[in-house]
T-cell receptor, first 115, second 117 residues
């Protein structure tokens, strides 16, 4: 069965600290996609990244970086030099083409960045 | 690109009334739209998958007669909460998927906050 686990419910850091949000997934399929979304207090989900199961290359986008490791079924997200505007709930999600592309979300990690 | 809108952004209604929420893809055609519900401090739960021109597919435990979904065009899907009750109060979010390079990426609307009194 598909499952996404974000073990960290809440994280609080001080501005400029680095922070890593963990995501562990379960799937039986060999083809799948992993996502990270940001949900600020306004509620709208903001797409951050999509990664397919055949691409284990890590990715960096500005202060954001993602570490995909199939061996540990993890897709972790690191924010470098965090800022107050990074405060939000972050969701990791999994989709499988064989399941019609439905997104299975993790429980979310609420990140609070304090000045 | 890939903008999804929802209307209304919030609604308050009396118990027993019906509420319609619209989801539109503004700059692309969405063959598939999804409806999610999110309770406070919780994750998003998929309610149903809506394909243009066909009946929606509901997730287990979601009452199809209570949550009516219509996907009449490639840019519009509607969710009608019939005979709403206080327990239906939630944040409803739609997403749309576009065929093309990012076929498995869903773009989300801003959400509709429903409060049933």
């Amino acid at each position: 069965a598909q499952k996404v686990t974000q073990a960290q419910t809440e994280i609080s850091v001080v501005e400029k600290e680095d922070v890593t949000l963990d995501c562990v997934y379960e799937t039986r399929d060999t083809t799948y996609y992993l996502f990270w979304y940001k949900q600020p207090p306004s509620g709208e989900l903001v797409f951050l990244i999509r990664r397919n199961s055949f691409d284990e290359q890590n990715e960096i986008s500005g202060r954001y970086s993602w570490n995909f490791q199939k061996s540990t079924s993890s897709f972790n997200f690191t924010i470098t030099a965090s800022q107050v505007v990074d405060s939000a709930v972050y969701f990791c999600a999994l989709s499988e083409p064989r399941q019609g592309g439905k997104l299975i979300f993790g429980q979310g990690t609420e990140l609070s960045v304090k000045p | 690109g890939a903008v999804v809108s929802q209307h209304p952004s919030w609604v308050i209604c009396k118990s027993g009334t019906s509420v319609k929420i619209e989801c539109r893809s503004l700059d692309f055609q969405a063959t598939t739209m999804f409806w999610y519900r999110q309770f406070p401090k919780q994750s998003l739960m998929l309610m149903a998958t809506s394909n243009e021109g066909s009946k929606a597919t509901y997730e287990q435990g979601v009452e199809k007669d209570k949550f009516l979904i219509n996907h009449a065009s490639l840019t519009l899907s509607t969710l009608t909460v019939t005979s709403a009750h206080p327990e239906d109060s939630s944040f409803y979010i739609c997403s749309a998927r576009t065929p093309g390079l990012s076929t498995d990426t869903q773009y989300f609307g801003p959400g509709t906050r429903l409060t049933v009194l």
